[in-house]
């Protein structure tokens, strides 16, 4: 397989299902491919931030993994802003970054800024890049694809960037049989994990349910808060938000019938 190949055969094994693109020159060859990649479809947006944008609303609204497709370096840097949001938002996408073919990187300023995922990872959650890798080493080069797309179910979610150097992703030299033996992670807590939640409900003698704003974005969070909280009969408090103006929505004793209710301003949390 081509570099570009292997990457779309991870995004697809990761369930992603778009990859939301703003086309320009060393992600070409990537957006090529995921065009024409069954099970993957590739989505022009307006621009690199907009691409971010356009991801991590799939994943809250649509509830589907999505991807972002940015041009190196100009293309990451004017998204800087949106990566930072989505990763306050705690939302898991991966921002596949072009970039200049590792030959040509010297020649080609201002798009091929040293150090420019390691400097942009300050925004992100986590970094990966595979221009430093000598030569085209097949084992290096799905370690670190593999490890990015990993990322992505560790826990807080959060934008993760991914810098593939073009002559990379255009190179035949990924076997095809690369993908074989990986597991995806689960996507269930582990049993142990409950075991000890479990434990702690039985044993608390007057549970309390605190709710993050976060929890709201699934359409059913109401009515499985209410359900919950019912057979525990216990209250549920709701986390203040006080970073600024928001629209997250409030809980009320009508959708939860134990009692919601939000920390007043002057709670000291």
């Not at 995004?11 to 070409?28: K, M």
């Not at 400097?119 to 000598?134: E, I, L, P, Q, V």
């Not at 600024?244 to 134990?258: D, N």
Request: hydrophobic fraction near 50%.
């Amino acid at each position: 397989m081509t570099g570009a190949e292997f990457v779309a055969a991870v995004l697809r094994r990761w369930r992603v299902s778009s990859v939301f693109a703003y086309p320009g020159t060393s992600e070409l060859s990537l957006c090529a491919v995921i065009d024409g990649h069954r099970g993957l479809r590739l989505v022009n947006a307006r621009g690199d931030k907009e691409a971010v944008f356009m991801a991590a609303g799939g994943h809250l609204v649509g509830g589907a993994r999505c991807a972002a497709m940015l041009h190196g370096a100009r293309g990451l840097t004017n998204a800087l802003g949106a990566v930072a949001d989505v990763r306050r938002s705690e939302v898991p996408v991966l921002c596949l970054v072009g970039m200049a073919s590792r030959s040509s990187a010297s020649h080609l300023p201002p798009h091929c800024e040293p150090a420019l995922i390691e400097s942009a990872s300050a925004f992100a959650r986590a970094a990966f890049d595979c221009s430093a890798m000598d030569g085209f080493d097949p084992t290096t080069f799905c370690d670190v694809v593999f490890r990015a797309a990993v990322a992505l179910d560790e826990a807080p979610g959060g934008p993760v960037l991914l810098g593939l150097p073009e002559d990379l992703l255009l190179a035949r030299f990924v076997p095809d049989d690369a993908l074989d033996g990986i597991v995806l992670p689960p996507c269930e807590p582990p049993e142990d994990g409950v075991a000890v939640v479990l434990d702690a409900m039985r044993s608390a003698r007057t549970p309390v349910v605190l709710v993050e704003d976060y929890l709201l974005r699934s359409a059913s969070a109401e009515a499985d808060l209410a359900g919950f909280a019912t057979r525990l009969d216990a209250p549920v408090l709701q986390i203040a938000y006080r970073r600024g103006p928001m629209l997250f929505q409030q809980l009320t004793p009508k959708t939860v019938p134990t009692g919601a209710v939000a920390f007043a301003d002057r709670w000291a949390w």
